[in-house]
T-cell receptor, first 112, second 115 residues
């Protein structure tokens, strides 16, 4: 099994729908992150969490929310999806040093 | 604030010729720098990292990068390109610990390798 698992791998949804992307990890790391990737923009940080009780906004958090259900689980929600949220989303974990990052395989989300 | 700038959005080389992907960084502190690679429809893979030890860093698949403080650069090189090197490459800086130790990505450079 992968160290960081994202579900679903692909999703097409309609404008205005609520959607949740899920991430689970078996690394035992406290730190978890959500990034989105857009062509020509690299990866940008949406939200991050250093433990179950610690949630922080990244550089592009508007329109998104997160839930850290357990050390191993970190979900990203789009409350009302819009087409410019079409992107590739990555979940990642890191150890306490912040050097040992592990990325999931990504979720490709299309909002129509 | 820390940032990285990848100077080329696309680089095209012929198989067997050298690869140079350019990255400049901005940091008030001694930075931690990384290069990641993303093959088509794949996730991200760490190529190499610089964490203030040797300035010449060797990574996987024959890639290496040199940290040059005077030029604020961290360019990625490979002596001889292979077809399998065709991918997107990201230069990344890690924020300092009290800013969360987060990764900040450059815009990416797409590498094409011609036969």
């Amino acid at each position: 099994d992968a160290d960081v698992t994202q579900t679903p791998r692909n999703r097409i949804t309609k404008t205005g729908k609520r959607i949740m992307l899920e991430c689970s990890q078996t690394k035992g790391h406290d730190r978890m992150y959500w990034y989105r990737q857009d062509p020509g923009l690299g990866l940008r940080l949406i939200y991050y969490s250093f433990d179950v009780k610690d949630i922080n906004k990244g550089e592009i958090s508007d329109g998104y929310s997160v839930s850290r259900q357990a050390q191993a689980k970190f979900s990203l929600s789009l409350e009302s999806a819009i087409p410019n949220q079409t992107a590739l989303y990555f979940c990642a974990t890191s150890d306490q040093t912040g050097y040992g990052y592990t990325f999931g395989s990504g979720t490709r989300l299309t909002v129509v | 604030a820390q940032s990285v700038t990848q100077l080329d959005s696309h680089v095209s080389v012929s198989e067997g010729t050298p690869v140079l992907l350019r990255c400049n960084y901005s940091s008030s502190y001694s930075p931690s720098l990384f290069w990641y690679v993303q093959h088509p429809n794949k996730g991200l893979q760490l190529l190499l990292k610089y964490t203030s030890a040797a300035t010449l860093v060797k990574g996987i698949n024959g890639f290496e990068a040199e940290f040059k403080k005077s030029e604020t650069s961290f360019h990625l090189t490979k002596p001889s390109a292979h077809m399998s090197d065709a991918a997107e490459y990201f230069c990344v800086v890690r924020t300092i610990y009290n800013q969360g130790g987060k990764l900040i990505f450059g815009q990416g450079t797409e590498l094409s390798v011609k036969p």
